[in-house]
């Protein structure tokens, strides 16, 4: 033991020797007026206060809710399928979207840039930073509540081959996608609510929802009893089922129902709406430009654009239904798809 210590006695002393020894050499340039040396001495000096700065930067100024909790706030289980809530009351931080939000959405983006890349994130990095402005300056025509990714093509409506794949599979398996509808809208008949069904409030008439995703989270009791349809939305190419704003669901609207004119929460998805049921009278409109529904055929739009959508008929022709899905925008490339599935996952 007396030798250990001994060792490390010599050996400590001959630390402070070669440091005396730096620190008598770092005199003696400064003496000197050696410029080198106090070129590396500014420097390091300089670097280092650079990379506290830089590391103080990258760290939230104060704790955030999350993503979720500050699109739906207090609303919670009233918002519609869209991601439109229906009442604006002060209390609900869906309607709180400033700093806040932003700031969160840009540390998620930082998160993910660290854990993956920057490479492709331009368009996104520009999007949240610019947020509030985009908010505020929108025309009132397209106005998305939450999040709008600027330099996407924009119209009311698409065409078919926008997502072509997507499209064709959803019409070739119509008659799959009615049939079990049809069989979970008999339960309607017994006159009360039936389990896994949804209303939403609306001026006038009903609107109601049976969700598969709601808000990019699959809820396994309605799936298990649409099985074929919710493995259909696995077959989809680019359907937007890993976010917040990815909604899978049958959606009928009785005789006189008429859905309050509202912007979706953002422009990265197309809404596709397959028609199962489409009695007369019944339109969309979206943009100001108003479309038809028919049977076994899928329309495309964009619903950040100002939109409604009423059922006029007789009450003798029945419910207007279509299987409503939510698909990425064909302009949203597979990089920022990627990203905002992270920044907007579920839960965070």
């Known amino acids: 033991m007396a030798t250990m210590c001994l060792e490390w006695l010599v050996g400590w002393s001959g630390s402070l020797d070669r440091l005396r020894g730096v620190i008598g050499t770092g005199v003696q340039s400064v003496r000197d007026c050696d410029v080198a040396a106090l070129g590396t001495v500014a420097f390091l000096l300089a670097l280092f206060v650079w990379y506290c700065y830089h590391v103080g930067r990258e760290q939230p100024r104060r704790p955030y809710g999350t993503v979720n909790a500050l699109l739906q706030g207090s609303a919670g289980g009233h918002g519609q399928p869209n991601g439109y809530i229906g009442g604006r009351s002060p209390e609900c931080a869906r309607w709180a979207r400033g700093e806040g939000l932003d700031q969160k959405l840009y540390h998620?983006?930082?998160?993910?840039?660290?854990?993956?890349?920057?490479?492709?994130?331009?368009?996104?990095?520009k999007a949240i930073r610019e947020q509030s402005r985009y908010r505020s300056s929108r025309p009132a025509i397209q106005r998305p509540e939450v999040f709008f990714l600027p330099d996407l093509p924009t119209a009311p409506y698409f065409s078919r081959e926008a997502q072509k794949h997507d499209v064709e599979l959803l019409e070739r398996n119509a008659q799959t996608i009615a049939g079990e509808f049809e069989a979970?809208?008999?339960?309607?008949?017994?006159?009360?609510?039936?389990?896994?069904?949804?209303?939403?409030?609306?001026?006038?008439?009903?609107?109601?929802?049976f969700s598969l995703v709601r808000q990019g989270t699959c809820l396994p009791r309605n799936c298990r009893r649409c099985p074929r349809t919710y493995r259909l939305l696995g077959s989809l190419r680019t359907c937007l089922g890993n976010n917040i704003f990815g909604n899978a669901c049958l959606s009928v609207l009785t005789p006189g129902t008429v859905i309050a004119e509202h912007y979706g929460p953002t422009n990265i998805r197309l809404r596709c709406h397959l028609g199962l049921k489409t009695p007369s009278n019944c339109e969309l409109v979206?943009?100001?430009?108003?479309?038809?529904?028919?049977?076994?055929?899928?329309?495309?739009?964009?619903?950040?654009?100002?939109?409604?959508?009423?059922?006029?008929?007789?009450?003798?022709?029945?419910?207007?239904?279509?299987f409503m899905v939510d698909l990425w925008h064909p302009n949203v490339a597979a990089a920022e798809r990627q990203a905002l599935d992270f920044i907007f996952a579920p839960g965070r």
Do not use: N
């Open 108 to 125: 998620h983006l930082q998160e993910y840039a660290k854990r993956y890349s920057w490479s492709g994130m331009g368009r996104i990095h």
């Open 184 to 209: 979970l809208y008999q339960a309607f008949s017994s006159g009360s609510l039936p389990q896994g069904w949804k209303v939403h409030s609306t001026p006038s008439g009903e609107w109601l929802t």
């Open 286 to 322: 979206v943009g100001g430009e108003p479309q038809c529904w028919a049977e076994g055929r899928c329309l495309l739009f964009d619903d950040s654009f100002l939109h409604t959508a009423f059922h006029g008929g007789p009450p003798e022709e029945g419910p207007r239904a279509v």
